[in-house]
């Protein structure tokens, strides 16, 4: 791999137009060159004006009739031309050198297939944030001992090398849960996958509140691992 490889950002989006501006301009910002990397967004069935502002921002904008994540990601990762492929979301601020750190990993590691990393809410009090430090890697850890040796990856906050996503066959779209999971199994098999925790992703906590869907949440995490 090139010191400096072009590599693809998808951020998958359903009605999004009130946060997606803010991740597109930060992820413009990025201390990886400008020229080194695209910023894929699949408009998933929106009904708003997501796809205007993905063009607006100068982002490459792709259309995936079939609502759902899994959909939503096969589809930005199938066109990606890069040589490595990120995932985040639509609603999150990742820190300007997000994309360095990523590839510096797998130019330091070339064992890696695939990497994901810690999470932190931007929009939650300071309690919330010290609860996430320890409980994120908890719960990758225990992804991890249950999956019987695979770290799962976090959809907000991954990246893999685009020959071993093809060499699988991609995401699994009939998945309604899991499908970063998933994944990360599969391409198990042709190298390492690892977690970086001190690599950051800033996500909104608007899903993260202690009611029915969360529950439901963390049984299907632990189902899936």
Not at 97 to 123: A, C, I, Y
Not at 211 to 219: E, G, P, Q
Request: charged share 20%; with cysteine.
């Amino acid at each position: 791999m090139s010191k400096q490889p072009f590599v693809s950002v998808v951020v998958p989006a359903h009605n999004e137009e009130g946060r997606l501006g803010m991740t597109l301009d930060l992820l413009k910002r990025q201390t990886y060159p400008r020229d080194k990397f695209e910023i894929i967004v699949v408009d998933n069935n929106s009904t708003d004006r997501t796809a205007e502002v993905a063009r607006a921002a100068g982002a490459r904008v792709i259309t995936e009739p079939h609502p759902g994540v899994a959909w939503a990601r096969e589809a930005g990762w199938k066109v990606a031309t890069g040589e490595i492929v990120l995932s985040t979301d639509a609603d999150v601020q990742p820190p300007e050198n997000w994309m360095e750190q990523v590839v510096h990993k797998f130019s330091t590691h070339p064992e890696l297939v695939g990497l994901t990393g810690g999470l932190r809410f931007f929009d939650k009090p300071r309690w919330f944030n010290w609860c996430a430090v320890v409980l994120n890697p908890f719960l990758v850890y225990l992804g991890f001992f249950m999956s019987r040796g695979v770290y799962n990856f976090t959809g907000n906050n991954m990246a893999a090398r685009k020959w071993v996503y093809e060499k699988v066959g991609g995401f699994n779209t009939q998945l309604h849960f899991g499908e970063d999971m998933d994944l990360a199994r599969r391409i198990k098999k042709f190298g390492k996958i690892k977690f970086f925790p001190g690599l950051v992703m800033w996500c909104s906590g608007r899903r993260y509140t202690f009611d029915l869907a969360f529950w439901r949440y963390f049984v299907n995490y632990l189902w899936t691992s």
